[in-house]
């Protein structure tokens, strides 16, 4: 077992890391930008190492600065968590030949799976199905516009290094995929310095239903059952729950199935997801691979009580996994609470928590880096809490969650709790009835005096 694990991350996540390390008897380093010197992992961990000034692109995402730290402090492992680094490549490869054990997948399968095109090309490969569409990266205009016509209306452009919906264009009619083609290269080569693109036929009332998989290093993965994402806003989830209220036992079975597959075929090691399209007839596509830790992750581990950062840093110690399927006794839902302003368009709202009251009680889990007086930087991700609750039924988790919203109190900067507490008395999402487009025409109601 490793003896110091240095967390290559920031917030909630490196916080995460940073608890499950300790129940283990595994001492951490925590790295940090000078905008982080006051945040919460950063006293929480054994070490900790500043690694550069606030950009990330100086920081938590300068890899020498990560390295060095490392070996500094003596590090045989590096957690990457979610975000920045986690699925680089690179990363990976060079913590491999510094003899540092990257805690995820290896460089070959990030590379794999990584690019949009190529994890397409996997999965044809390994017999798992796919969203109809180009055979690798799009060629001139008139070959875009030829293999629509094939493929057939709506399609959908997207940048194979894309990612948060940059480089993504639908497109319901011929006269308007040439300013779509040209848009979309020119934001994906802005964005990720790449404008390779892609097509895809566009789903219609499409869910983004995800399986939870864990692989080990002898080639054998198993499924912890979906988590359904389809409540998001410009492709960046809002709110996540399992099961889904759209699944089936035979849809579960044969989507967990597909899953496990695509894993084994590439002998994929640690934790990872397998994120599908599903139609309304409940045909489901593979749409990417996520090779690393999610955002979402607590509400598997709520059902099936099974921590899921631990089974990580078992299994890149060599430890083999258990391979049984599971399916969710219980009903787990996450709001994430940004630093947003619901009611301006969700502008991002840094500063002072000048007040913080966490909700709690039983069957009520928050996981969060922040606290009274804590300044919440502008250089990151906005996001600041993940407010989960389990029950047994998904009504129950639904009331919990609105009790738990109802109790927590921050003040000092705009949030996204207002929206969450609103999103829990839909009608549509009471009755389990939303797709990727609910966010198109929810509307947040203004506060009651």
């Known amino acids: 077992m490793f003896k110091k694990i240095l967390i290559a991350n920031r917030g909630e996540i490196a916080l995460r890391v940073i608890r499950t390390c300790r129940e283990m008897g595994i001492k951490t380093v925590a790295v940090y930008s000078t905008a982080d010197a006051e945040s919460l992992h950063v006293r929480f961990a054994d070490e900790a190492v ?22 500094i402090t003596n590090a045989d492992a590096i957690h990457p968590g979610y975000g920045f680094l986690s699925e680089n490549s690179r990363f990976s490869k060079i913590c491999e030949e510094h003899d540092i054990k990257f805690i995820g997948a290896s460089a070959e399968q990030i590379d794999r799976m990584g690019d949009k095109a190529t994890a397409k090309e996997t999965m044809i490969e390994a017999g798992v199905p796919v969203v109809p569409g180009s055979e690798g990266l799009l060629g001139s205009l008139e070959d875009t516009k030829k293999l629509a016509k094939e493929v057939g209306y709506p399609v959908m452009l997207k940048a194979t290094a894309g990612g948060g919906g940059k480089g993504m ?43 939870q998989i864990i692989g080990d290093q002898y080639g054998k993965a198993c499924h912890l059952s979906e988590r359904d994402c389809s409540i998001q806003r410009r492709h960046q989830k809002l709110t996540e729950e399992t099961p889904s209220p759209f699944m089936t036992d035979e849809l579960r079975d044969a989507m967990g199935e597909a899953a496990v597959k695509a894993a084994e075929y590439i002998k994929y090691e640690g934790a990872g997801t397998v994120e599908f399209l599903v139609d309304k007839h409940r045909n489901f596509y593979f749409m990417e691979m996520n090779t690393r830790i999610q955002v979402e992750h607590p509400i598997t581990e709520q059902v099936i009580d099974y921590d899921l950062i631990r089974e990580q840093i078992l299994v890149a110690a060599g430890v083999p996994i258990s391979g049984k399927n599971y399916t969710p006794k219980l009903h787990s839902i996450e709001c994430r609470i940004n630093a947003e302003d619901p009611y301006n368009d969700f502008r991002p709202s840094p500063g002072r928590i000048t007040t913080l009251h966490a909700p709690g009680g039983h069957g009520v889990r928050l996981d969060t880096h922040v606290y009274g007086g804590y300044a919440i930087p502008p250089n990151y991700d906005s996001m600041i809490a993940k407010l989960i609750t389990t029950a047994q039924t998904r009504e129950e988790a639904i009331n919990k969650m609105k009790r738990a919203l109802d109790e927590f109190v921050i003040e000092g900067i705009k949030t996204t709790i207002p929206f969450h507490r609103q999103l829990m008395d839909d009608p549509d999402f009471i009755a389990g009835n939303y797709t990727t487009a609910f966010m198109e025409s929810f509307k947040i109601k203004p506060i009651e005096d």
Do not use: T
């Open 169 to 211: 264009r639908a497109v319901w009619k011929e006269e308007d995929i040439e300013k779509a083609f040209e848009s979309a290269k020119q934001e994906a080569a802005a964005a990720f310095g790449n404008d390779g693109m892609y097509m895809e036929k566009l789903i219609e009332e499409p869910r983004h239903i995800e399986i």
């Open 50 to 71: 500043c690694i550069g000034p606030a950009p990330s692109k100086d920081s938590y995402l300068k890899i020498p600065n990560i390295i060095a730290a490392a070996e």
